[in-house]
T-cell receptor, first 111, second 113 residues
């Protein structure tokens, strides 16, 4: 079956790096996404990675994928207070529109 | 750019009332979907559509109906609201399969008393 798990909460200080982790169970997943949700808003796509990739970097964001362990992580370098939000990982099988979301990790960045 | 527009933003209903949540996108996207977001449960797929005239059930379809008469609109109907349907509802759209990301609306916050 499909199941995506995340830790619920992460607290860091401004300027530190944040690492948000996600595990998934569906080995046929081909696309994995990270979304950000700010209070009172919808979900904003941050980045995604295809399952044949190990790493993807986009400015302050680094996504690491360990296919063997079905583990996905999002690293935010030089975390800012504006990064405080809920971060969702999601998986999608190729050819299917359905996204399976994790429960979300609430990131709190303190000054 | 409008993107995905959801209306209303907030709504309070009494148990048994019916209501339609509206979703419209102006990006000519084929795929549209409805999710509900509940605390500690992430987003769960209610219904989705791969094009005009085609809809299918998601993970939690009971109590909801959808239709897709045009590419732009994908309304979600609650025929007889129940307190268990209190949630935040998100509509999303995307151009197609593969890497095409889903664009989300800002959500409709629905309370059923």
């Amino acid at each position: 079956g499909e199941d995506v798990e995340q830790s619920l909460f992460l607290s860091v200080r401004e300027g530190d790096s944040s690492v948000i982790n996600c595990t998934y169970t569906d080995s046929s997943s081909t696309y994995l996404y990270w979304y950000k949700q700010e209070p009172g808003a919808g979900l904003q796509l941050l980045t995604y990675i295809f399952s044949n990739m190990d790493m993807k970097q986009d400015q302050r964001l680094t996504v690491l994928l360990n296919k063997k362990d079905k583990h996905l992580s999002l690293r935010i370098a030089d975390t800012q207070t504006g990064d405080s939000a809920i971060y969702f990982c999601a998986e999608r099988q190729q050819g299917f529109q359905k996204l399976v979301f994790g429960t979300g990790t609430r990131l709190l960045v303190s000054p | 750019n409008a993107g995905v527009t959801q209306t209303p933003k907030f709504q309070v209903l009494k148990t048994g009332q019916s209501m339609t949540l509206q979703c419209a996108q102006d990006m000519n996207h084929e795929y549209m979907s409805w999710y509900r977001q509940d605390p500690g449960m992430g987003l769960r797929l209610i219904h989705y559509s791969v094009g005009a005239g085609i809809t299918d059930q998601g993970e939690v379809p009971n109590g909801y109906n959808v239709s897709r008469s045009t590419t732009e609109d994908f309304p979600l109907r609650l025929l007889s609201a129940a307190p268990s349907q209190t949630s935040v509802y998100f509509c999303a759209s995307s151009r197609g399969q593969g890497t095409q990301p889903q664009h989300f609306g800002d959500g409709t916050r629905l309370s059923i008393l």
